[in-house]
């Protein structure tokens, strides 16, 4: 085994040209300051935080997304396999810290593949093994194969929230030159998620996060302008009606307490921004915080930093 990385460092993620760090752990404190500790060998705290999540299915996914991001992941995780080689935390960690391994080149797929199906045997109830082969699916695998994983985390959880968020991104890229199609498979998968979650689901807005994923879609291929501000995609009729279906779950169920809340805010302060909706812009700037996100703001391909700052100084400006 090659010696780990020198215990240095945080996990962010530097998406912006302007050298901002996006930190993937959102507003849980505990989870970063447990990442940081997990970057310079301190594996006994990750070790805690995951056995004190439980079956939280979505803060686990959540978490161990997060830490196996964290510098030296996989070596300092394989450490803890070997003081607890049973452990199915260590495993799922470990799993999925190959696959980010495997996304940056530096692992074989197949290594990261057999890490996933190890800690599905020893955690077989647990979606986040198969949320890791998801991740590897999304870039790596078929439509058929990116399907058939997406309905593994399903089974296990059937409101995940990362899962259909990666399932609404991959099916956004079926047929770019389709252009604006009002059935195009994307928006009927997410209507059908958002119909079919409890009421107090952010599913709910997983219609607006589809419409910015077709919005990425189509301004790479040209059929959209690459200023979203000059893009009528946000301003149409499909746009305002799962706009204010997601705006009104927002008033009325508003979940801070999910793990990837900030996630969803952010495409919904997207979205309400570039329809020219000020005021509600402004109001869920105010609850995303600091924690922006690099989706949204980077589509198609501009520097999400300056992007969300724009529009935030923007919106809070004119209230």
């Known amino acids: 085994m090659s010696p780990p990385p020198p215990p240095l460092g945080r996990a962010r993620r530097r998406s912006s040209r302007s050298g901002h760090s996006f930190d993937p752990a959102l507003d849980d404190t505990e989870l970063a300051s447990v990442r940081d500790q997990l970057a310079q060998g301190r594996w006994s705290e990750a070790r805690s935080l995951l056995a004190r999540t439980g079956d ?22 394989r450490d803890w396999l070997l003081a607890e080689p049973e452990s199915p935390d260590a495993a799922t960690l470990l799993a999925c810290a190959t696959v980010f391994a495997a996304l940056r080149g530096k692992e074989p797929e197949h290594r990261a593949v057999d890490a996933c199906r190890d800690a599905v045997r020893r955690a ?9 082969l998801l991740l590897l699916a999304r870039t790596r695998g078929t439509e058929e194969e990116t399907s058939q994983l997406f309905e593994e985390v399903r089974t296990r959880h059937p409101d995940h929230h990362h899962a259909h968020h990666l399932m609404a991104a991959r099916l956004a890229e079926r047929r770019p030159d389709a252009g604006q199609d009002p059935l195009h498979e994307v928006y009927d998968f ?12 952010p599913l709910a807005v997983l219609p607006v996060v589809a419409h910015a994923e077709r919005y990425r879609v189509l301004a790479a291929a040209r059929l959209e302008p690459a200023d979203p501000a000059a893009s009528g995609h946000w301003t149409g009729r499909r746009a305002r009606q799962v706009l204010k279906g997601a705006f009104d779950w927002w008033l009325e169920w508003e979940s801070e307490d999910h793990p990837r809340n900030r996630v969803d805010l ?25 924690h922006n996100t690099p989706a949204p703001w980077s589509y198609p391909d ?11 100084n923007a919106a809070l400006g004119s209230v």
């Open 302 to 312: 501009r520097d999400p930093h300056h992007a969300f700052l724009a529009a935030r």
């Open 124 to 132: 077989p109830a647990d979606p986040t093994p198969w949320l890791g």
């Open 266 to 290: 952010n495409f919904l302060a997207h979205a309400q921004w570039y329809d020219g909706r000020v005021a509600e812009a402004a109001a869920l700037f105010h609850r995303i915080g600091r």
């Open 190 to 201: 997410a209507a059908w998620a958002a119909e079919q979650a409890p009421a107090d689901s």
């Open 56 to 77: 939280e299915w979505d803060r686990r996914g959540h978490r161990v997304v997060v830490l196996a991001q964290a510098s030296g992941a996989a070596a300092w995780t």
